[in-house]
Structures are given as structure tokens and as C-alpha cells.
């Protein structure tokens, strides 16, 4: 059994994976690095997984510390195995909790971040711990500070359902990829901790929610159909 978000039964074989799953994984992963100041000194990623955005991100910013967070115990250890491999791994605090814990303040990981950053991990959270989540990253960051999340999202409406799939299978073909082999890949999970499978919620109520949050200025930087990179700064 897996926990939801850990997505393939392999964690060894995620990052091959991922990148046949999803249309443009190392864009959309790019995209949310590139929003971090490199100037950026503390850095909180929730989610990390396998660290793929880890890596991305302190290359993008040279003398950042990061606190990596994910609940999963073979993420942790696969992304720290990884870190040590890249030469990262005393930049990097890889810690294993559910971040719905630390966005309810059952758990702290710190303050005084300048960036918090998720990919691919928020959208297993209910909205009503999204809304928290965001809540939670308004108060851990500098007064400058920022979020920036890549998520899959909820439709605007019920009639781009269809239009979203079949941009899937498209992209798939065109790198000539069965999708339908990938998704055998995919592992069984049950509910752990916080999450659930997905979880979607639409743009607009993201953007509202962080808005909420405190973020005073939001933004939707990368789209690709039902896949986006969003944030705010406050
Ligand atoms: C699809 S993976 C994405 C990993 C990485 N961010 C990337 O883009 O490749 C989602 C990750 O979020 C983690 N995750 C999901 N819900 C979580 C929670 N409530 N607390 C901590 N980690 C969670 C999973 O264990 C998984 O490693």
C-alpha cells in the first residue's frame, strides 16, 4: 500500500514515471523555481517526494536553505539518498510529516521562510485544509514573502472535463506513449493522515483562498489545460 500522492508503486521509478504521466512535468517544475528569488535564504517545499523541485530550486537559488517535507518514509529516503548524490544534502532539512498537520499547528517545521513552494502534493489536501495550508504559509513566511504551488486542477466547468482528457491522451501520442501502460503503473492507495486521492479544486478558488490567506498579490504564471502553477506573493 501506498500513501496518496506517492503515485507509483515504485519509488525508484517516479521520476521516469512522472515525466510519461504528465505533459510537461520538468516546465511546470521550472516555472515554480524560476518565481524564487535567488537571493532566497530559507525555503520550505511541502511535498518533496522524489526532490526533483528540490534540486531545481537550490539551483535557482545558491545560498538557500531548504526544509523539505514529505510524510511518506520511502520519499525520505529515496530524496535524501538523492541529495547526498547531487552533493545537496546539508542544504537540505528532509523531514517526514503530513503537512495538513502542520497547516492545522499540530506540527511546526519553523518560520522566517522567503518562499513556500509545492508541486503536485496540495490537491490530495481537502479545500478546507487547503485554505488552512495557505493560512499556515502566509504566517511562516518573511513579510515579502511568497507561495507558488503546481497542481492539477478542477475544471472551470463540466464540459472541459472531456477537452482535459483527451489534451492527456494528445500530448501522449505525440511522444508515442500508451497512456494507458503508464496508468497501469500507477499504485493502489487509501486515505493516510491529511490526504486522499485527488482532491481538485478550480482556479479561481485557489486564487480566492490564498487571497484570503493574506496573499495580497496573486497570480497564475504557467497553464497547460487542467494543470497549472499559481501563487501569490503578500
Ligand atoms: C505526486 S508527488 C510529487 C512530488 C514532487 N513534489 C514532484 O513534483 O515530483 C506528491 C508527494 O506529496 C506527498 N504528500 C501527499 N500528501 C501529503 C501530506 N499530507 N503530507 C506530506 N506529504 C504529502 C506524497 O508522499 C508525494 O511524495
Redo the contacts with the bound molecule.
Keep these: 500500500m501506498i ?5 507509483f508503486a515504485e519509488t525508484k521509478e ?1 521520476d521516469t514515471n ?1 515525466r510519461q504521466l504528465l505533459p510537461y512535468y520538468d516546465e511546470l ?1 521550472d516555472a515554480i523555481a524560476l518565481c524564487v528569488p535567488p537571493e532566497s535564504k530559507r525555503i520550505l517545499e ?5 526532490g ?2 528540490s534540486l531545481k530550486v537550490l539551483q535557482q537559488c545558491p545560498n538557500a536553505k531548504l526544509v523539505a ?4 518514509p520511502r ?1 525520505i529516503e529515496f530524496v535524501q539518498q538523492k541529495l547526498e548524490s547531487h552533493g545537496e544534502r546539508n542544504r537540505v532539512k528532509a523531514l517526514q ?4 498537520a502542520w497547516a492545522n499547528d499540530e506540527i511546526e517545521v519553523g518560520d522566517s521562510f522567503d518562499a513556500v513552494i ?4 496540495i490537491h ?2 481537502s479545500d478546507e485544509m487547503k485554505a488552512k495550508l495557505f493560512q499556515k504559509s502566509a504566517r511562516c513566511l518573511n513579510p515579502n514573502g511568497r507561495f507558488w504551488n503546481g497542481d492539477p486542477l478542477l475544471p472551470e466547468f463540466p464540459e472541459l472535463s472531456d477537452i482535459y482528457s483527451e489534451s492527456r491522451q494528445r500530448w501522449a501520442q505525440k511522444q508515442g506513449l500508451d497512456l494507458d501502460a503508464v496508468r497501469s503503473r500507477i499504485g493502489k492507495s487509501e486515505d493516510y ?3 486522499s486521492h485527488d482532491q481538485l479544486a478550480t482556479l479561481d478558488s485557489h486564487l480566492q483562498m490564498l487571497q484570503t490567506a493574506g496573499f495580497s498579490k496573486t497570480a497564475v504564471i504557467w497553464k497547460y489545460y487542467n494543470l497549472g502553477v499559481f501563487g501569490g506573493l503578500l
Design positions: 500513501y496518496p500522492g506517492e503515485v517516479f512522472i517544475l511541502l511535498g518533496c517526494g522524489t526533483e523541485l517535507v514529505d510524510y511518506s520519499m510529516l503530513d503537512f495538513g509545492s508541486s503536485l502534493a490530495h489536501l493522515g491529511y490526504s
